[in-house]
């Protein structure tokens, strides 16, 4: 399996970025961002079931951010709205093969760095 994220980069408060992560070689339950800030831990930012596209976010990107896929692509996407310098960190996208399953795979990381 292997995870190719895209779409970070270098942007001003109030603006948004768009990040991708084209997955290969297998078959997903859901896919996921996570992030994780200089410093600080990894954090979950949102999740998507492949199945019935129900999504899942963590409360500060909640109205913000939003998760999608396309399952002809076995791409999903994070469109991030409204950034803030908070949202600064490195991006991760991951999938899992079952739902009962942690985490199984996990991109490189795409560094989003939002600038006030």
């Known amino acids: 399996v292997q995870l190719v994220e895209s779409g970070g980069g270098l942007v001003q408060a109030g603006t948004s970025l768009k990040l991708s992560c084209a997955a290969s070689g297998g078959t997903f339950s859901r896919g996921a961002w996570f992030r994780q800030a200089l410093g600080k831990e990894r954090e979950f930012v949102a999740a998507i079931s492949w199945s019935s596209s129900n999504t899942y976010y963590e409360d500060s990107v909640k109205g913000r951010f939003t998760i999608s896929k396309d399952n002809a692509k076995n791409t999903v996407y994070l469109q991030m709205n409204s950034l803030k310098p908070e949202d600064t960190a490195v991006y991760y996208c991951?999938?899992?093969?079952?739902?009962?399953?942690?985490?199984?795979?996990w991109g490189q990381g795409t560094q989003v760095t939002v600038s006030s």
């Open positions: 991951a999938v899992k093969v079952s739902v009962m399953d942690n985490w199984n795979y």
